[in-house]
C-alpha cells in the first residue's frame, strides 16, 4: 500500500516539475517568475524560458557525461598526489626532528665536555686536540642551523 501511494505522489509530482516558466517585467519594472503567461496589459516585455528539469538524454547527455567521468578522475588525481605529497612533508619534517635532536646533541657534547677522547685504531684512546674540536663544533652548529628551523 505504502509503494502505491509512494509511486503516485512521485507521478503527481513529476507532472509539475514539467511546468513552462515565464519570466517578464511589469509596470513597476520589477522582474516577475511565473508558471502562468502573464496577461497582455500587464506585461512589458515577456520571455518564454524553456526550463527542462528531466535529464538530458540523447547524444549530448553521453558526451556531458563523460565530461564529468573525466573530470571526476582528473580531481580524483589531483587529490591523490596532494596525499602523496602532504605524507612526503611530513616523512621529511620528522626526519628533519631527529637531525635536530642529533645535532643538538653533538653539540652540545662537544661544548660540554673540556677534554674529547676518539679510539685510535689499535685500541687505545687519543686526545681530541682544540682545532679538531673546534671544527666539530662548526660542523654541529652548521647541522642545528640546517635541520633546527
Known sequence: ???????????????AA????????????????????????ISKEEQKLNINSAPISGKNATSKSKNLTNE?????????????????????????KKKCIDAQTRLKM?????????????????????DTRQKKIDEANKAVATFCK
Do not use: C
Open 18 to 41: 514539467h511546468a513552462q516558466i515565464y519570466k517578464w517585467v511589469d509596470e513597476n519594472g520589477k522582474t516577475q517568475y511565473t508558471d502562468r503567461p502573464p496577461s497582455s496589459s
Open 72 to 96: 571526476r578522475l582528473e580531481f580524483d588525481k589531483r587529490q591523490q598526489q596532494k596525499k602523496e605529497n602532504e605524507a612526503k612533508q611530513q616523512a621529511k619534517t620528522e626526519e628533519n
Open 110 to 130: 662537544y661544548t660540554d665536555l673540556p677534554r674529547m677522547t676518539v679510539p685510535d685504531g689499535s685500541g687505545g684512546i687519543a686526545y681530541v686536540d682544540d
Open 1 to 15: 500500500m505504502r509503494t502505491f501511494v509512494f509511486t503516485g505522489l512521485m507521478l503527481l509530482f513529476s507532472i
